[in-house]
């Protein structure tokens, strides 16, 4: 039976798919585009096109599998981000209960314990909390900053050594890679062993600061680099820029305010279990050097 994934042309969900296929597990990838697909997961998981907020699509998509990797796809063009993760939410709990799935592993979020005051990670407590309606047996992954938020900064880096966002550069928090998220939800594929619902922290190797994240990325690239706090505005501003709806931009710039807040902390404690294992420094030196060094 195969294990069902979405958001497979994203990071978590592309590496978790292909992964699993190259461990030789069947899988079976919802996407609205498959043009985005890596080759090996054309060649070798089976694709099915549609939309994964379309509760008829997932049941159908649903039959006959074994577990079912969640990945709530992000939409900027929606004009309420809430009623969008709801309706997610909504979609992938009828299609568990109906498809009668047994496992599910969720991506969810740091903070996603918090129903309030977190922008689109808001949205993904709603997602937990509609699967956690189904008979399934659930894991809600929770990860940190994700490494892959500074490929947005590579022309300030290469220009300037700068990352330029709007929250200060004291503010420490869990930062992570996605291709190690993706490792720990193929633990839980790869073996569905587990009962029961649970969330588990995945909180890379260390807590740092933006600052201390924006020096591990200069001896990452090999040269300096500092954190420069920019204006909520100026960054809502740039979401307007890139094609985000005013209620996305504020959304997400809620959000970022959200992180600097003591209540965002972690609910899950570090662990070694929770610890993985890829530093930002060396994510810099194989990802963004090559970005940023010309």
Same mark, same amino acid.
């Given at each position: 039976?195969?294990?069902?994934?979405?958001?497979?042309?994203?990071?978590?969900?592309?590496?978790?798919?292909?992964?699993?296929?190259?461990?030789?597990?069947?899988?079976?990838?919802?996407?609205?585009?498959?043009?985005?697909?890596?080759?090996?997961?054309?060649?070798?998981?089976?694709?099915?096109?549609?939309?994964?907020?379309?509760?008829?699509?997932?049941?159908?998509?649903?039959?006959?599998?074994?577990?079912?990797?969640?990945?709530?796809?992000?939409?900027?063009?929606?004009?309420?981000?809430?009623?969008?993760?709801?309706?997610?939410?909504?979609? $992938?709990?009828? !299609? =568990? +209960?109906?498809? @009668?799935?047994?496992?599910?592993?969720?991506?969810?979020?740091? %903070?996603? *314990?918090?129903?309030?005051?977190?922008?689109?990670?808001?949205?993904?407590?709603?997602?937990?909390?509609?699967?956690?309606?189904?008979?399934?047996?659930?894991?809600?992954?929770?990860?940190?900053?994700?490494?892959?938020?500074?490929?947005?900064?590579?022309?300030?880096?290469?220009?300037?050594?700068?990352?330029?966002?709007?929250?200060?550069?004291?503010?420490?928090?869990?930062?992570?890679?996605?291709?190690?998220? $993706?490792?720990? !939800? =193929? +633990?839980?594929? @790869?073996?569905?062993?587990?009962?029961?619902?649970?969330?588990? %922290?995945? *909180?890379?190797?260390?807590?740092?600061?933006?600052?201390?994240?924006?020096?591990?990325?200069?001896?990452?690239?090999?040269?300096?680099?500092?954190?420069?706090?920019?204006?909520?505005?100026?960054?809502?501003?740039?979401?307007?820029?890139?094609?985000?709806?005013?209620?996305?931009?504020?959304?997400?710039?809620?959000?970022?305010?959200?992180?600097?807040?003591?209540?965002?902390?972690?609910?899950?404690?570090?662990?070694?279990?929770?610890?993985?294992?890829?530093?930002?420094?060396?994510?810099?030196?194989?990802?963004?050097?090559?970005?940023?060094?010309?």
């Amino acid at each position: 039976m195969s294990i069902v994934i979405t958001g497979a042309t994203g990071n978590v969900g592309g590496a978790a798919a292909r992964f699993l296929v190259e461990a030789g597990h069947p899988v079976t990838v919802l996407v609205r585009d498959p043009g985005k697909l890596v080759p090996v997961l054309t060649q070798k998981a089976t694709v099915k096109v549609g939309s994964v907020d379309n509760a008829a699509f997932l049941r159908e998509a649903l039959k006959g599998a074994a577990a079912l990797f969640w990945v709530s796809p992000n939409d900027f063009k929606v004009t309420d981000l809430r009623e969008y993760y709801c309706r997610l939410g909504r979609a $992938a709990a009828e !299609a =568990v +209960e109906a498809s @009668g799935i047994r496992y599910v592993v969720n991506l969810s979020s740091q %903070g996603a *314990h918090l129903s309030a005051g977190m922008g689109p990670i808001s949205g993904l407590h709603d997602v937990e909390q509609h699967l956690n309606g189904t008979p399934a047996y659930i894991v809600h992954l929770r990860p940190g900053f994700f490494f892959e938020n500074y490929l947005a900064q590579s022309e300030n880096l290469r220009k300037s050594g700068s990352v330029m966002m709007p929250i200060a550069g004291e503010i420490r928090c869990p930062m992570v890679a996605t291709d190690d998220i $993706a490792r720990v !939800a =193929v +633990e839980y594929l @790869g073996k569905l062993q587990w009962t029961g619902r649970t969330t588990r %922290g995945v *909180h890379g190797p260390a807590d740092l600061s933006f600052d201390e994240a924006a020096a591990a990325i200069g001896q990452g690239v090999g040269r300096p680099a500092k954190h420069v706090q920019i204006p909520l505005d100026e960054y809502r501003q740039h979401m307007l820029s890139i094609g985000a709806t005013p209620q996305v931009a504020d959304a997400y710039a809620e959000m970022y305010a959200g992180l600097a807040k003591s209540e965002y902390l972690p609910t899950e404690v570090r662990t070694r279990e929770t610890t993985t294992r890829t530093t930002l420094a060396d994510y810099a030196a194989k990802v963004l050097k090559r970005m940023v060094v010309r």
